[in-house]
């Protein structure tokens, strides 16, 4: 069991959450690089099929922790620094590339670092009471912190993106809603047990496809249409030499659903 954040199996689901409640889930160095070693380790589980990272005590996250996170950091040189914010975006690379839906459960504070790893996940899930914030300026840093310049446009828009990246702003759970940032929201009560209940239900289908699907997700962003075609192309045909592709071919022709094993 992991030290530093709280972990715990539905199934074959993981939920994962920060484990300080009472000032809202700050991460500190210590989280970021268990969370990081973590998501590393997880694409080669093959027990874990889907991630929920979900809140803890009606809020997400708090972002990196003043006293244990900020105040060090005014104190470091640049070598140092180099290597802390090397290894908050490499905790977003292990996200991507981790070979699992993640789904991220927001409630109440989703700011700083916390937003990241919100926007790192493949879906997400908010109530009204989510307040999501890219609150680097608000602090003397740029809006560029790990991966947010290049992903969030994707997400929700160049426009509404830079108002975030540049005002510090929090972004409405409604604003979420409407701009794509979360795929639909719901009461805070129901957040959890749905946000499981999505990833078990991904779960069911062809997971290795699941995780050829997030591969080409992030691959193709830097391809050309050419490029991401054959890449697909490439993909699929290796899909297809899968059993779950098989048993699909086999329900159908039986008119029966078919049972997913994930190879």
Request: with cysteine.
């Amino acid at each position: 069991m992991p030290e530093h954040f709280n972990l715990r199996r539905e199934g074959t689901v993981a939920v994962v959450s920060l484990d300080r409640p009472d000032r809202k889930n700050p991460l500190t160095f210590d989280s970021y690089a268990a969370l990081r070693d973590w998501f590393r380790e997880l694409h080669y589980d093959d027990d874990v099929t889907a991630v929920v990272f979900a809140s803890n005590g009606g809020n997400f996250s708090s972002g990196g922790d003043v006293h244990d996170i900020i105040g060090p950091l005014v104190a470091m040189e640049m070598k140092e620094l180099l290597r802390f914010t090397r290894m908050t975006g490499d905790l977003v690379k292990a996200m991507l590339n981790c070979g699992k839906p993640v789904i991220a459960a927001v409630d109440g504070i989703c700011v700083g670092a916390g937003a990241i790893i919100a926007m790192a996940s493949d879906l997400r899930i908010g109530t009204p009471e989510a307040k999501t914030a890219f609150l680097f300026t608000r602090v003397g840093l740029a809006g560029c912190d790990m991966g947010a310049c290049a992903m969030l446009p994707r997400i929700i828009g160049q426009g509404r993106a830079n108002e975030l990246l540049y005002t510090g702003r929090a972004m409405t759970a409604d604003e979420g809603e409407r701009w794509g940032f979360f795929n639909r929201l719901v009461a805070a009560a129901d957040l959890e047990a749905d946000a499981i209940a999505w990833a078990q239900k991904i779960s069911e289908g062809p997971n290795f496809a699941h995780m050829m699907t997030k591969t080409m997700l992030q691959q193709e962003w830097s391809m050309t249409l050419d490029q991401a075609i054959e890449a697909e192309a490439q993909a699929q045909a290796i899909c297809m030499q899968t059993e779950d592709f098989r048993r699909a071919y086999e329900a159908f022709v039986a008119k029966e659903k078919p049972v997913f094993k994930g190879d």
